[in-house]
């Protein structure tokens, strides 16, 4: 079953020599139950994250979230806590080779909501390039809400 839902993401990237970029961002989309505990959280994204024309995917399946992009930019990245995974990240300007090694990750959705929290750090070339985290935060859309955009 698909419900409209208001998405709240705050994603945190912190580079070695550099203060942590936050960003901010409440959204329209959709979450989808797919059974035994399963759930799609889908959306577009926007001006404000940089990747406007692209639609991300989350797959949420038990100790697993899978992280898909699709449009302008295209990659898959899979979470799961104390694992590391090598994903592919497409841009226009090439690609990369990515590997994501995640320190802690909760997922806690139901079919009216929830949230989902990841800390985890990004490889390029097997070196350390950064440490990211994320916490979205799902309710339901109530008639006449219309999100908002904003940025940190």
Excluded at 78 to 89: A, C, D, I, T, W
Aim: glycine share 10%; hydrophobic share 35%.
């Amino acid at each position: 079953m698909e419900e409209n839902v208001i998405i709240s993401i705050r994603g945190k990237q912190a580079f070695a020599e550099a203060s942590p970029d936050v960003i901010e961002l409440v959204t329209e989309g959709q979450l989808t139950a797919r059974g035994d505990g399963r759930y799609t959280l889908t959306y577009r994204e926007s001006e404000l994250t940089g990747l406007e024309g692209t639609t991300t995917v989350f797959e949420i399946d038990g100790g697993r979230v899978t992280l898909l992009r699709e449009g302008e930019v295209n990659s898959q990245m899979v979470f799961e806590e104390g694992q590391r995974h090598l994903s592919l990240y497409e841009t226009p300007y090439g690609s990369l080779s990515v590997g994501i090694s995640t320190r802690r990750m909760r997922t806690d959705l139901s079919q009216k909501g929830g949230s989902i929290e990841i800390d985890y750090a990004i490889e390029i070339d097997h070196a350390v390039a950064g440490h990211n985290m994320f916490q979205i935060a799902v309710r339901q859309k109530k008639n006449g809400h219309r999100p908002m955009e904003l940025s940190c």
